[in-house]
């Protein structure tokens, strides 16, 4: 199974969010901003078609917890596995399907 990363500055970045001069992104807490991250999310995926091997994705990087989760939500269904690493704690398993 082919794993791809994903960094949330990426995605962010993706989105047409960029750090500020601190080097922290600023995200407003709107659902435009959730569909932007989600939208992005999925655009940095390789196409993937019938017959193909099933993708999973590790989503790594500094950003909001909802952030996050905006990601995750957006990528069920179209990746097999989710984890979540950060250089602090082991890798998480967000979600795996067909494991």
């Not at 600023?26 to 989600?38: I, R, S, W």
């Not at 078609?49 to 989760?69: E, F, K, N, R």
């Not at 957006?74 to 979540?84: E, S």
Request: net charge negative.
């Amino acid at each position: 199974m082919e794993n791809i990363a994903l960094d949330f500055t990426a995605i962010a970045a993706a989105a047409g969010f960029t750090p500020g001069a601190d080097g922290r992104l600023n995200l407003p807490a709107t659902q435009e901003t959730a569909d932007a991250l989600a939208v992005a999310a999925i655009a940095l995926l390789p196409t993937w078609q019938v017959g193909d091997a099933p993708i999973s994705a590790t989503l790594t990087g500094a950003g909001p917890v909802w952030g996050h989760l905006c990601i995750a939500h957006a990528l069920h269904g179209r990746v097999a596995k989710l984890t979540y690493a950060a250089p602090n704690c082991p890798a998480i398993v967000v979600f795996a399907h067909g494991a």
